[in-house]
């Protein structure tokens, strides 16, 4: 059976599906924090979004960052790496992007076990 949570006007926030957990793209509400701050912005709404889905973040298996600047990593990671501890990082990869809107410089989707 397949629950859906946190419907949007285009999609699901959390999807949840044999014992897997998919949340969609998320992005920064107050999008004039700097990158830090942004990705910190992320990284509390997982918090809700896994608490929904009846999991927490050390049950993340994977995880895709989207980045405006490639070259400014190291403030996302610092971020990342006080939110996780380095036991439950799970796979990830970061990619670099032309544009993900007006003043938006991270977008993150993870996959966690349910």
């Known amino acids: 059976m397949t629950e859906r949570h946190i419907q949007t006007p285009i999609m ?3 999807v ?7 949340v969609g793209g998320t992005v ?4 004039s924090a700097g990158l830090e701050g942004q990705t910190e912005q992320i ?5 809700e979004y896994l608490m929904t889905a009846g999991t927490d973040k050390t049950s993340l298996l994977s995880a895709t960052i989207f980045l405006t600047d490639l070259n400014r990593k190291a403030e996302m990671d610092a971020a990342w790496k006080r939110w996780l501890p380095p036991e ?3 796979a990830r990869a970061t ?3 032309a544009d993900l809107g007006e003043d938006t410089l991270v977008e993150i989707m993870i996959t966690a076990a349910a």
């Open 12 to 14: 699901h926030r959390v």
């Open 16 to 22: 949840v599906h044999n014992g897997l957990v998919f």
């Open 28 to 31: 920064a509400d107050d999008v």
């Open 43 to 47: 990284l509390a709404k997982f918090d």
């Open 88 to 90: 439950n990082f799970p």
């Open 95 to 97: 990619v670099g992007v």
